[in-house]
């Protein structure tokens, strides 16, 4: 991440990682935070499958895992993998051979829980197809799933047995001379995650997933994980990562990019910053900001957009705002454009005219980001 000399208490110092790719998209050493969800559909059901991956891709979705329990799912997977706009991760637990199928149909990486893949012969001819169809790995560590031998050494679930899992499982890959890995140490409990990431960030330079398992609904589930996994960021820990949600894979790639839009660490569309009304407000605060939640929806391009309900913190928000409208007068409010002042319009107007402004601005950035591109071509 950029340096910030003039706001210094905004950097993060990114961790260094060793780069891999999942199939196009890399991972590790500097590469943008690649945001995943899982789909949870059948995945024999190519058609429901790949609709949901385009519905994630969509929303921004640069990676997306798909859960290949049995040779029906394997054998879906290699149309899946086809007509997927991302690179798709295979889910394996239990059956190695699902890994191998899986490696066979074009996943572009294996996320497998070595605690429950079975023996390390086993795990051996995992890494083999992998290495023969160029697929990475994900050492997919889970505090619920250890192996037996760590519950009984350590007493239960600690950040020490998921680490000493990770580089267990870290050790069988190098040893069969295979470095295409990432790894995850995930546990519900947030406590427990993060301290068994700090763990692993130092035992490893390793590309890290980060993820709070079964963080549970929308709302809460959201919250959890902007915790434990914004804590990790925060510390520059992490190269990819998923927020999982018991809701629509869509809310938890937005759930992934708010997490990230809020540490700076990457931007996506448009960040919008509204204040959360009260009895002073000049218009319908949460219903404008609701509306324009959905109809900015489109806009890829990072940006941002200030919506606050009257001037006591109107004008100050809209200093630091591509787009800003404040209201506070009879039945209208002042739009800024760029920080600065530039008229008033009427709050009757105002959606329309502030979408309009939004993808004026888009296209503006756009095109500048273009001309740069080619300039230093
Ligand atoms: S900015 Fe104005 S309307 Fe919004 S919460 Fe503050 S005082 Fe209320």
Known sequence: MSH???RPWRNIDRRKSRRIMVGSVPVGDGAPISVQTMT????SDVAATVAQIQRSADAGADIVRVSTPDESSTRALREIVRESPVPIVADIHFHYRRAIEAAEAGAACLRINPGNIGS????REVIRAAKDHGCSIRIGVNAGSLERHLLEKYGEP???AMV????DHIRLLEDNDFHEYKISVKASDVFLAAAAYQGIAEATDAPIHLGITEAGGLTSGTIKSAIGLGNLLWMGIGDTLRVSLSADPVEEVKAGFEILKALG???RGVNIISCPSCARQGFDVIKTVEILEERL???KTPMSLSIIGCVVNGPGEALMTDVGFTGGGAGNGMVYLAGKQSHRM???QMIDHIVEQVEKKAAEIEARSAAETQAAE
């Open 4 to 6: 910030n000399p003039v």
């Open 40 to 43: 949870n559909t059948d995945t």
């Open 120 to 123: 390390a012969d086993r795990v």
């Open 158 to 160: 600690c950040p020490e």
């Open 164 to 167: 000493e899992s990770g580089l």
């Open 265 to 267: 660490l990457r931007h």
């Open 297 to 299: 929806e489109h806009v």
């Open 346 to 348: 009427s709050n009757a």
